[in-house]
């Protein structure tokens, strides 16, 4: 499928303004060019070309917001100051699997001030000696080259930074909000389950009354019995003395 026809797909009839992410990977650029991609995307943050047969930047589009770039596995060997032109606000750039070889090719991202990861895997470039303590020279704004900052410590999982910037920007902490919920949760639980106990001891209690007035009944009904037997056996000694 050809990139054109790849976005309008992606689009789903929405404005190109309300895009946020655009993902074309393994569509047909346009004789290595971008293709269909305009300045309307306005709000575009994340966008991903792998594999498209790119090599150059000509038609890229103004994308002031735009933050992470995907190019890996593409042609592209130089004409990397178009980004710095183009994409401006770039934190996170992948050129892997690229014609890149010469470090001053490298040396044109240095106007992408907000640069902070940059990744040249299974570039040529990669091969030259003191490849990474040139490049961090070159660009002392990126702290990940490859996924690693110069003392070899991995860069954290781009989906988890998201999050956590996600939760920043949230009215709270999820964590607090979490806690008290589970602390209501439980008062609530303790609540039914003591309230449960007193109907139950309410229940006991009615059922207790209700055996002591059976069993004064029965005693009242014992009582009323002998003394029946009583006069009973009173009637017969006056029939007794009678005689």
């Known amino acids: 499928m050809d990139m054109k026809k790849r976005i309008t797909l992606e689009l789903r009839n929405r404005n190109p303004a309300e895009i946020a992410e655009l993902v074309l990977d393994n569509s047909r650029s346009a004789d290595g060019e971008v293709d ?6 306005t709000e575009l943050e994340f966008l991903s070309m ?3 047969g790119l090599t150059s930047f000509a038609k890229l589009p103004s994308l002031p917001k735009l933050r992470k770039l995907e190019l890996s596995d593409n042609n592209l060997s130089g004409s ?3 980004l710095s032109e183009k994409c401006p606000n770039l934190t996170y750039l992948n050129l892997s699997g690229n014609k890149i070889k010469e470090l001053s090719t490298v040396e044109a991202l240095q106007h992408l001030k907000s640069l902070q990861s940059l990744d040249l895997f299974n570039c040529e470039i990669t091969s030259l000696e003191e490849y990474r303590e040139s490049v961090f020279e070159l660009l002392p704004q990126v702290t990940y ?3 690693f900052d110069q003392e070899d410590n991995e860069a954290p999982d781009s989906e988890a930074e998201d999050e956590d910037e996600d939760g920043e920007d949230g009215a709270g902490p999820t964590g607090a ?3 008290e ?3 209501d949760e439980d008062g609530s639980e303790s609540a039914e389950a003591g309230l449960g106990f007193q109907v139950n001891r309410a229940n006991q209690d009615d059922d207790e009354e209700d055996e002591e007035e059976e069993d004064d009944d029965a005693a009242g009904a014992q009582g009323q019995k002998r003394k029946r037997q009583a006069d009973d056996e009173g009637e017969e000694d006056d029939d007794d003395d009678d005689v």
Not at 36 to 41: A, H, P, V
């Open 181 to 183: 919920e589970d602390e």
């Open 177 to 179: 909000y979490d806690e």
């Open 145 to 147: 080259l490859d996924g």
């Open 50 to 52: 792998v594999n498209v």
């Open 36 to 41: 269909g991609l305009t300045d309307e995307f």
């Open 80 to 82: 990397l100051e178009m």
